[in-house]
């Protein structure tokens, strides 16, 4: 079983719509990201957190570390969103920023 | 704004052959790291630099090495490529605490053939 597993492993949305990407982890941990890969592969970090809630623009990020988990949100969804969301958490006992990646949920948004 | 810069963009070699990849950030950040990104697999850690003059193995080091030239420069060799090791590669880099982001080139796509 993978450290990280992120549901769902696609998502297609159609624009405007209210999308939720889900990751779950089954280690301690000491910080939690999201990350954004486009098409053409540029990674984006979108946010970093340890606890509660983070907001930027329309995308938003949760985490409950008692249930070990985070839920990135996008609001009014956009074709520019879509791309590979990308969660990735940072293990307590780790050394330094060493990442453990999830696999990935790719998102396409319709116009 | 440079930030994390990766050199070449692409590379076709064939088997046995070596070559460097080249990272370079303008961060002034202590830490880099080298990850492979495979189709399935996520990105996975090849060896990262928590700071100038040190290296460490990551999850998946056999069959590279790495150089942290100086804080700004962090290179990956592959000294005999095989086909498995076709895949695109990132670089990053960080502050050397847990609680702020890694910053990512835009990746070598490598292909061995």
């Known amino acids: 079983k993978n450290e990280v597993e992120q549901s769902p492993q696609n998502l297609t949305a159609q624009e405007g719509e209210f999308i939720t990407i889900n990751c779950s982890y089954s280690?301690?941990?000491?910080?939690l990201h999201w990350l954004q890969q486009h098409p053409g592969g540029g990674i984006v970090s979108l946010f970093m957190?340890?606890?509660g809630k983070k907001k930027h623009g329309r995308l938003i990020a949760t985490i409950n570390i008692q249930e070990k988990h985070s839920s990135l949100h996008i609001t009014a969804s956009h074709p520019r969103d879509s791309a590979v969301y990308i969660c990735?958490?940072?293990?307590?006992?780790?050394?330094?920023?060493?990442?453990?990646f999830g696999q990935g949920t790719i998102l396409t948004v319709h116009p | 704004n440079a930030g994390v810069t990766q050199t070449p963009k692409f590379q076709v070699l064939k088997t046995g052959q070596s070559m460097t990849l080249q990272c370079a950030q303008d961060?002034?950040?202590?830490?880099m790291y080298w990850y492979r990104q495979d189709p399935g697999m996520g990105l996975r850690l090849i060896y990262y630099?928590?700071?100038?003059?040190?290296?460490d193995k990551g999850e998946v080091p056999n069959g590279y090495n790495v150089s942290r030239l100086n804080k700004r420069e962090f290179s990956l060799r592959l000294e005999s490529a095989a086909p498995s090791q076709t895949s695109v590669y990132f670089c990053?880099?960080?502050?050397?605490?847990?609680?702020?982001?890694?910053?990512f080139g835009d990746g070598t796509r490598l292909s061995i053939l």
């Open positions: 957190l340890s606890s």
């Open positions: 990735a958490v940072k293990s307590g006992g780790t050394s330094y920023g060493k990442l453990t």
């Open positions: 630099s928590a700071s100038e003059g040190t290296t």
């Open positions: 280690v301690g941990i000491s910080a």
């Open positions: 990053a880099s960080s502050e050397a605490t847990s609680y702020q982001p890694q910053h």
């Open positions: 961060m002034n950040h202590n830490s």
